[in-house]
């Protein structure tokens, strides 16, 4: 009989607490975050002797306060996740979680991580995350979000913090190569949500955001997508530039790109959703492999 219930039960309210507070982070994104932070302090730390005990910090400290980050966005969306086909089944709308435990969480993960940093490795790095956490958990959720079909070019300066804060976690600056991997992923993060975008704009036009391919059409934002990949050529070369980066990154930068514009132009005479869903998936893989190239370029260097 107990089996005949519990099969009746979604599935989503049987998942254990510490699995809802797991969902809660958005791991994925939280991840890649961190690798770009990490990859960032590896390049500013003498080869030699990198700081461990300052990286550890730092990379727990920012992993606890991009989570929170996460955390608020789930509180503040909540109303519409419910709505959303992609996001139903989250700890919110799906009544795992209450929002006051999402907020608790939020609330003791961000204090935490934010002191972590300030304590143990920085007070400009501190800050620098702060400001993250508010750009994206209030700044473009609460309000960007909502402005109009640029929002995500403007929001995409949060996402591009953690480059910073790495960067800053070593050397307790910014310097023009921090600002260089910062400008990677301000340039990519338009074509990367753009993509996702196109292919949920059903469900972004039900709960009325104002996002690129509801508000002026697919077809616009496929072009948009397909001039910023192209912006994002160059804009990956920068690291060489910058003395971060040498032969081997840049032609692996350079046939990353190059795919990047490729796949955007083919999505211009594509009309199917899988392609668009397609080109997000890569755009994943493609950062990823960029940062993970820079590193290995780095090593193979010294």
């Known amino acids: 009989m107990t089996g005949r219930v519990l099969a009746l ?9 510490w699995r809802a507070y797991l969902r809660l982070c958005k791991p994925k994104v939280v991840a890649l975050l961190v690798f770009t932070a990490q990859v960032a302090m590896l390049l500013a730390a003498p080869p030699a002797a990198p700081p461990a005990a300052t990286i550890l910090a730092a990379t727990l400290g920012l992993t606890l306060a991009a989570a929170s980050a996460a955390a608020f966005n789930h509180v503040a969306d909540r109303e519409i996740d419910a ?6 089944n989250r700890p919110l709308p799906s009544g795992t979680l209450t929002w006051r435990q999402a907020m608790a969480f939020a609330c003791l993960a961000g204090v935490t991580g934010i002191a972590i940093l300030w304590f143990l490795v920085n007070p400009l790095t501190a800050l620098l995350c702060l400001v993250g956490m508010i750009g994206y958990a209030v700044v473009y ?3 960007l979000k909502w402005i109009g079909p640029q929002n995500i070019v403007l929001g ?17 600056r910014i310097d023009g190569p921090a600002l260089a991997l910062f400008l990677i992923i301000f340039v990519w993060t338009p074509p990367h949500f753009w993509s996702l975008a196109i292919a949920r704009r059903d469900e972004y036009a039900a709960v009325k955001a104002p996002m690129l391919p509801t508000v002026r059409g697919v ?5 948009h997508i397909f001039g910023y990949t192209l912006a994002l050529f160059p804009v990956s070369l920068l690291p060489g530039a910058a003395g971060i980066a040498g032969p081997l990154y840049l032609a692996g930068a350079a046939l990353l790109s190059g795919s990047f514009v490729f ?8 009309d199917q959703d899988r392609d668009a869903m397609a080109l ?3 755009s994943i893989a493609y950062l990823s492999a960029l940062f993970a ?3 290995l370029d780095h090593y193979l260097r010294l």
């Open 9 to 17: 039960v979604p599935a989503v309210a049987r998942v254990a607490p």
């Open 83 to 88: 709505l959303m086909r992609r996001t139903r």
């Open 141 to 143: 959720t609460r309000w």
């Open 156 to 172: 995409g300066a949060a996402g591009a913090v953690p480059a910073l804060v790495g960067w800053s976690a070593v050397t307790g």
């Open 219 to 223: 077809a616009c934002a496929k072009r």
């Open 263 to 270: 796949r955007a132009a083919r999505l211009l005479r594509i």
């Open 280 to 282: 997000f998936r890569y």
């Open 293 to 295: 190239l820079l590193l």
